[in-house]
């Protein structure tokens, strides 16, 4: 039998999980953890058990993998921890809470059990997470957007995002202030502060610029390895606009890596 995953969440990234189970074979959605109101629709499309707590859990996961919402990362992630089941987690900006993140370790050291943080929507991870044990000097991210992708964001204090004719930087400050005052674009300035120099020293730009139409996430990093500049322009899941697809793909790659023979 293949190893079983708990899935938390049943939306875009977790819709690419299931494809992948399918695909590749090498695991199996064991359950499938939703909110009450999406159950009986998400049942329809599913023949595994939809659960709506982790008290009606059936079996023992191989994996737990949230992709949800911080919500989720702080209601499962430490009691899956503790009971020793691994968790891939997805909604990485929720690590920026000092408090969650210490209780997610103290939870993964209780439970011997890994919280494992995929590389999400950007490049590179591997390498500046690798660059630390030589020292970093300086680590900077910017997120350039078109002016749409900032509305009912704070950009729109600093900027008339409908009337932009050049491109401009509504933020500049460490990824801690970012992931507090842009929640819903904080998992990759969370994910390069984790993997590098922490929340109080990643250095953050924010800019609105109507001449792209792509997401484009750009990485600088220097340090006793010696300097690196990453770039992507990531295009975005059907399923939903605002995910990037690499960013479920990195999920599934961290499941594979977890539960199949071989890590790449
Ligand atoms: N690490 C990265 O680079 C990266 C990139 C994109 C998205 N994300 C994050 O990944 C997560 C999933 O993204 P998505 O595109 O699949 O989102 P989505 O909105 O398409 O799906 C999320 C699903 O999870 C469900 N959900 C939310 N909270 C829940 C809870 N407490 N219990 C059960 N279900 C819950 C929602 O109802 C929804 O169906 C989001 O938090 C998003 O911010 C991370």
């Not at 359950?31 to 998400?42: F, I, Q």
Request: hydrophobic letters at 45%; a negative charge; charged letters at 20%.
């Amino acid at each position: 039998m293949t190893p079983q995953l708990l899935l938390i969440g049943y939306g875009a990234i977790a819709g690419e999980v299931k494809r992948a189970a399918v695909e590749t074979g090498l695991f199996s959605i064991g359950a499938v953890l939703v909110r009450p109101e999406r159950h009986e629709a998400v049942q329809r499309d599913l023949d595994v058990p939809v659960i709506g707590d982790l008290a009606d859990l059936q079996f023992r996961p191989a994996l737990a993998a949230e992709c949800a919402s911080h919500e989720a990362v702080r209601a499962y992630g430490p009691v899956l921890l503790r009971r020793g089941i691994d968790v891939v987690v997805t909604s990485i900006g929720a690590l920026s809470d000092d408090a969650l993140h210490e209780e997610l370790h103290s939870a993964a050291r209780q439970g011997g059990a890994q919280l494992v943080l995929p590389a999400g929507a950007i490049p590179g991870v591997d390498a500046i997470s690798a660059a630390r044990f030589g020292g970093l000097e300086k680590v900077s991210y910017t997120s350039r957007k078109p002016p749409g992708a900032w509305k009912g964001t704070p950009a729109e204090q600093v900027a008339d995002l409908d009337n932009l004719r050049e491109a401009v930087v509504h933020y500049t400050g460490s990824a801690r202030a970012a992931a507090r005052d842009y929640p819903k674009n904080a998992n990759v300035a969370a994910t390069v502060a984790l993997a590098g120099l922490g929340f109080d020293l990643t250095e953050v730009r924010m800019i609105a610029d109507p001449d792209v139409s792509e997401n484009i996430h750009e990485i600088s990093v220097s340090g006793g390895f010696g300097t690196m500049e990453l770039s992507i322009k990531g295009r975005p899941l059907p399923s939903n606009p605002k995910t990037s697809s690499l960013a479920a793909y990195s999920a599934i790659r961290a499941i594979v890596n977890k539960l199949g023979p071989v890590a790449v």
